[in-house]
């Protein structure tokens, strides 16, 4: 009754009322309401817990869609244990072990259905030996090893089946060189030497055309918050292709936006879509620091060029990724080992993504494995070692978000700090979404003309969803300056620039120039008072002789009125 103890409150007061009063169904009750606790459609849910704890293991899907569970840290110890998932029965069962305990190993299914391990790290450090697995008598068998020893590598199945293993590290040394296993003679050969080491990737991509594409990017880049980065740089670790035909490694054409340990998976279309991992920043004084990537780009091997597309939804990023039987792209995890695992799904034709709900569980240093109908068996990893859940997808598209965009977009500038030698540009961006309602708490981005590789931004506010963004003091030797929006960032919307406009015509609702506002007028002098006289009094005086005096007294204010002296 494990599957019980998974169902809510509500769930089992029924399962109960039913035991105590319709026995005869008890059953057919239970069957159906762990069916739709443990396989809800398009949703994660919690299944049977692994036998052991696990981290830092390996999971292949056999061709029975049985799901082998390999070596891994259990507790403290290197472990050499193996395990398989029924998720017909929902059920594991302990298999065979390995001769050597494993962590971090490559696993890879041969064509004959067998599975290679090879490498990772044992309890007497980085390994080179390889072992087999037959599941057909669950069964272990040592084969050649590797030339050196090779731990976190990275493994591709080529067409011709054999196994490619790329990069990984050495006693703490990253490596950038590749060899490759053939079942059919037991043998490793050399490939030529690798552009860089692909230490920051997490998968060496079969592309359709036979070729091994490895994105694994890390350099420095522009992002937010804060409002402004110094401009990015080049990056470290440029993304590179193997071409079995020559042997060969070449350089390809860098992301737009440089990111590390992101998610990519090559799509029915045979492009590559890359996403999630951390996307690097660091202050003025170079003071490094990274956020949870949520841009994504599409690689074109056809002309070796990148391309933008939707954003995810939230800020926790992805570190998997997996095509869905209808073509669309199931992407979940995060960049942090504390944050809370989201899962998103991307669909092809729209370039939107939608929020399909968050994992039950954390899988950081977990292990995943697609089965034939598209479902998804995560397993182990922090911090709850012992945990396992499964996806199952509707075959559904996924539905859109809702799209946001400017409907207006308003420049001005302070006219006073032209006297004081330079001038201040503003701009006022309004946001709805397409239904019309008012596109609040939105964080609109953009750049200013005069320093392009500097993204900045607003939030609109709560009433009217409007926000000012206003740029740096300019000198009186710039005339002219323009602002340009390039996202609209709110959980759960997405940003469409078609729709942009501007009612009142200054802008096409995506750029707008301002120029520099004219000197303002010296101030008019102030006006002379008009004065009046107000009283006029007159008398006579005589000094008691022949002589007499007139004195004449006179008021006068102005229309304060204030008497005037």
């Known amino acids: 009754m494990t599957g019980y103890k998974k169902l809510n409150r509500r769930q089992r007061q029924v399962i ?147 196994i490619l293993v790329s990069s990984g590290f050495n006693n703490g040394s990253a490596l950038a060189t590749a060899e490759i296993y053939n079942p059919t003679t037991n043998s490793w050969t050399s490939t030529g030497a690798m552009v860089s080491d692909a230490t920051h990737a997490r998968e060496a991509l079969l592309l359709q055309d036979g070729r091994v594409f490895i994105i694994g990017l890390e350099g420095w880049t522009n992002a937010l918050p804060p409002a402004s980065y110094d401009p990015p740089e080049t990056p ?45 920043f660091h202050y003025g004084w170079g003071y490094p620091a990274f956020t949870c990537a949520i841009n994504s780009e599409i690689y074109d091997p056809t002309t070796n060029t990148w391309s933008t597309t939707g954003i995810m939804l939230n800020y926790q990023g992805a570190s998997a990724s997996t095509v869905l039987p209808d073509g669309t792209i199931l992407a979940f995890g995060s960049c942090s080992e504390i944050g ?57 598209p996924p539905p859109l978000p809702p799209k946001l965009h400017i409907t207006d977009l308003d420049g001005g500038a302070s006219t006073a700090a032209v006297i004081e030698g330079f001038w201040r540009p503003f701009v006022t961006a309004s946001v709805q979404d397409e239904n019309g309602a008012p596109g609040e708490a939105a964080t609109v981005l953009g750049y200013w003309s005069y320093d392009p590789s500097t993204i900045v931004g607003c939030t609109t506010n709560n009433t009217s969803a409007k926000c000012t963004e206003t740029a740096d003091y300019i000198g009186l030797d ?83 009125p204030k008497k005037i002296t």
């Open 236 to 280: 470290t670790r440029m993304p590179q292709i193997y071409n079995p035909a020559n042997n060969a490694w070449s350089t390809a054409a860098p992301r737009n936006v440089q990111q590390r340990w992101g998610t990519a998976v090559v799509m029915t279309d045979g492009r590559v879509l890359s996403t999630g991992g951390e996307r690097f």
């Open 478 to 560: 710039v005339q002219n300056v323009s602002f340009t929006v390039t996202d609209i960032l709110k959980a759960g919307h997405q940003y469409d620039a078609t729709e942009n406009n501007d009612p009142d015509g200054d802008s096409n609702g995506t750029s707008i120039s301002i120029d520099i506002p004219d000197e303002p007028p010296a101030p008019p002098p102030p006006p002379t008072p008009n004065m009046y006289v107000s009283d006029l009094d007159a008398r006579a005086e005589t000094d008691g002789k022949r002589h007499w005096i007139a004195k004449v007294a006179i008021r006068v204010k102005d229309h304060n």
């Open 340 to 396: 809370f695992w989201r899962s998103h799904q991307y669909d092809p034709v729209s370039e939107y993504w939608s929020l399909t709900g968050g994992l039950n569980y954390n899988h950081y240093y977990g292990a995943t494995s697609t089965l034939s109908d598209g479902r998804v068996l995560v397993s182990g990893g922090n911090p709850t070692p012992n945990s396992a859940e499964i996806f199952l997808p509707s075959g559904n």
């Open 16 to 162: 109960t009322r039913f035991i105590s009063h319709r026995p005869i169904l008890l059953g057919v009750i239970i069957f159906l309401f762990i069916q739709s606790a443990v396989f809800a459609s398009n949703t994660w849910s919690p299944v049977t817990e692994l036998n052991q704890n696990r981290i830092h293991h390996s999971s292949t899907t056999l061709n029975n869609d049985q799901v082998l569970v390999v070596g891994g840290i259990s507790g403290t110890s290197i472990v050499s244990s193996t395990e398989i998932y029924n998720a017909n029965t929902n059920q594991w069962q302990n298999s065979t072990n390995m001769s050597t305990g494993r962590q971090d190993h490559i696993a890879a299914r041969l064509n004959d259905g067998r599975v290679l391990i090879a490498g990772g790290t044992g309890n007497g450090g980085d390994l080179s030996s390889a072992e087999i697995f037959d599941p057909s008598n669950a069964s272990w068998t040592n084969v050649a090893s590797m030339s050196i020893p090779r731990t976190a590598a990275l493994v591709t199945k080529l067409s011709n089946g054999n």
